[in-house]
């Protein structure tokens, strides 16, 4: 089964530019989910797709960060403009579902913001 | 919205069984625990799942007591790619919400 796929795998921007960032989940997994981890902490929840539906984005900045998922299947996370605090390692993951399924997690986009 | 809390380090030797100690207080009565591994530059992994009780698979025991207010995930003869930071999530409901992590380092 191949895995969630991320690109690019590393980025770096100066502040105020804008940057996309994309995610192809597994295949068939209705549920995308976007994170971010800053060094040292544990991922933070931006924003929860159910198909190509917003369950919850209570945690995404609005005023800079957007994302969409186009027909239930990719998805794309956006930020613009870009500020030196959004330097992180954006994570998408998949799932069937919640509870007992499980998520699968990429392996990232590190983002420097300079 | 409650958090886990787990300790920000721990260390061992190869070969020994490392417990890690999670303390979820105000987990929903419907919301599972789970617990995923990660290490430098990938995304977390999917360790082990459970509800109550204990739960058992090829990589990890996870222990949970009937009142649901902790969990302690069980590593049975850990070996230096064992070295990783390790999550307790609670999902409350649709969200999955990570703590800081507990650093585990494996020394031989």
Excluded at chain 1, 78 to 100: H, W
Aim: charged content about 20%; glycine content about 8%.
């Amino acid at each position: 089964e191949a895995g969630v796929a991320q690109s690019p795998r590393y980025k770096i921007i100066e502040k105020r530019q804008s940057v996309a960032f994309w995610c192809n989940p597994i295949s068939g997994h209705a549920t995308l989910y976007w994170y971010q981890q800053i060094l040292g902490q544990g991922p933070k929840l931006l924003i929860q797709f159910q198909n190509n539906g917003v369950v919850d984005d209570s945690q995404l900045p609005k005023d800079r960060f957007s994302a969409e998922r186009l027909k239930g299947v990719d998805s794309t996370l956006k930020i613009q403009p870009a500020k030196l605090e959004d330097s992180a390692v954006y994570l998408c993951a998949s799932s069937l579902g919640t509870g007992i399924y499980g998520y699968t997690f990429g392996s990232g986009t590190r983002l420097t913001v300079v | 919205l409650a958090k886990t809390t787990q300790p920000i380090s721990m260390d061992s030797y190869e070969g020994q069984e490392v417990n890690i100690t999670c303390s979820h207080n105000n987990i929903a009565t419907n919301d599972y625990i789970t617990w995923y591994q990660q290490f430098p530059s990938q995304g977390p992994r999917f360790i082990i799942q459970g509800y109550k009780t204990k739960v058992t698979n090829e990589v990890a025991s996870l222990f949970i007591p009937a009142d649901r207010k902790s969990s302690t995930l069980s590593l049975p003869r850990v070996s230096l790619s064992d070295t990783a930071v390790y999550y307790c999530l609670g999902e409350y409901g649709n969200k999955l919400v990570f703590g800081a992590g507990t650093i585990l380092r494996v020394k031989s």
